[in-house]
């Protein structure tokens, strides 16, 4: 089994699952917990970073699904295998209570539902205007 959650690294608290870094670039703060876990494969990339959402969105999704649903589950199971939790909340820097903010954790969870049928819930706070979901 394996529950997907999403979050931003500043609100994370471990209660909520096993944190895994999905950016490109590690965390430049102290964090008050461990972050052992880290799937590269799932970070944007940096070509298409900075481009407008529509933009972005394509090729992100596109990177998606040329790795697939399989191959995506596989490595998140390795995780939660390990860490003895089936509860992985997927972390990158974006406060998306923020009016007009969006993020690739919010695209990979819509291309996840799309593709396995099963909802990636965000755990902090969002702008119900300026996300994507």
Same mark, same amino acid.
């Given at each position: 089994m394996l529950t997907l959650f999403t979050n931003r690294f500043q609100a994370f608290q471990p209660p909520q699952g096993v944190p895994v870094r999905i950016t490109l +670039? +590690?965390? =430049?703060?102290k964090l008050p917990y461990s972050l052992t876990h880290s799937v590269r494969e799932l970070a944007p990339r940096r070509d298409y970073l900075s481009t407008p959402e529509p933009e972005f969105t394509t090729a992100y999704r596109g990177d998606l699904d040329q790795l697939g649903p399989e191959r995506i589950a596989? =490595?998140?199971r390795?995780?939660?295998e390990a860490e003895g939790d089936h509860r992985l909340v997927l972390l990158c820097f974006e406060d998306l209570a923020k009016p007009g903010l969006w993020c690739h954790r919010r695209t990979f969870a819509a291309w996840w539902k799309e593709r396995t049928g099963d909802e990636v819930r965000e755990l902090s706070p969002m702008d119900q205007q300026g996300t994507l979901m």
């Open positions: +670039g +590690g965390v =430049r703060f596989a =490595r998140l390795q995780i939660a």
